[in-house]
T-cell receptor, first 113, second 113 residues
Framework: AQSVTQPDIHITVSEGASLELRCNYSYGATPYLFWYVQSPGQGLQLLLKYFSGDTLVQGIKGFEAEFKRSQSSFNLRKPSVHWSDAAEYFC???????????FGKGTKLSVIP | EPEVTQTPSHQVTQMGQEVILRCVPI?????FYWYRQILGQKVEFLVSFYNNEISEKSEIFDDQFSVERPDGSNFTLKIRSTKLEDSAMYFCASSSETRAEQYFGPGTRLTVT
């Protein structure tokens, strides 16, 4: 069965520190991969996407993600976190032949000033 | 920048009543989606819609739910007889192509009492 796992429910980092949020997926074929962010009371904003090609993709707000086929992972990174990055982050693959995004349970990021 | 809009932002209804949630997708997009997020849980796919018909639906999308594109701009989700467990945030999304990035609206919070 197709699934996505975000192992970390809640992460707290200091402002200026680096960040890595983990995402692992289990699909028969490599899915399209997306990261979304949801600020409190807000909708879902697309951060970045991976379809194919270069395994390191750049997104908005200084985020990047690396696709690793051997590890079935698509981890989100940011070199220096800002207080405004505090939000919930969702990894969402889309499998071949499917229209839907399958969301992970999300990782809540707290930032200490 | 074009965006997906949803109305109302919050709807309160009594159990057994019909509700219609409205969405205006991005104007040149062809694929439309509804997702829901029960408080504290992950975002779940409900349905996708293309060329005036449902292209994919989840197990959640039973006979109580229906979708419609009544004109060239609106996309609606109808729940015929609401239940307490339908209380959730409902997100509309649209994309230009199948499996392309989906852009989400701000959501409608539905409260069933």
């Amino acid at each position: 069965a197709q699934s996505v796992t975000q192992p970390d429910i809640h992460i707290t980092v200091s402002e200026g520190a680096s960040l890595e949020l983990r995402c692992n997926y289990s699909y028969g074929a490599t899915p399209y991969l997306f990261w979304y962010v949801q600020s409190p009371g807000q909708g879902l904003q697309l951060l970045l996407k991976y379809f194919s090609g270069d395994t390191l993709v750049q997104g908005i707000k200084g985020f990047e993600a690396e696709f690793k086929r051997s590890q079935s992972s698509f981890n989100l990174r940011k070199p220096s976190v800002h207080w405004s990055d505090a939000a919930e982050y969702f990894c969402a693959p889309s499998g071949a032949g499917s229209y839907q995004l399958t969301f992970g349970k999300g990782t809540k990021l707290s930032v200490i000033p | 920048e074009p965006e997906v809009t949803q109305t109302p932002s919050h709807q309160v209804t009594q159990m057994g009543q019909e509700v219609i949630l409205r969405c205006v997708p991005i104007s040149n997009h062809l694929y439309f989606y509804w997702y829901r997020q029960i408080l504290g849980q992950k975002v779940e796919f409900l349905v996708s819609f293309y060329n005036n018909e449902i292209s994919e639906k989840s197990e959640i999308f039973d006979d109580q739910f229906s979708v419609e594109r009544p004109d060239g701009s609106n996309f609606t989700l109808k729940i015929r007889s609401t239940k307490l467990e339908d209380s959730a945030m409902y997100f509309c999304a649209s994309s230009s192509e199948t499996r392309a990035e989906q852009y989400f609206g701000p959501g409608t919070r539905l409260t069933v009492t």
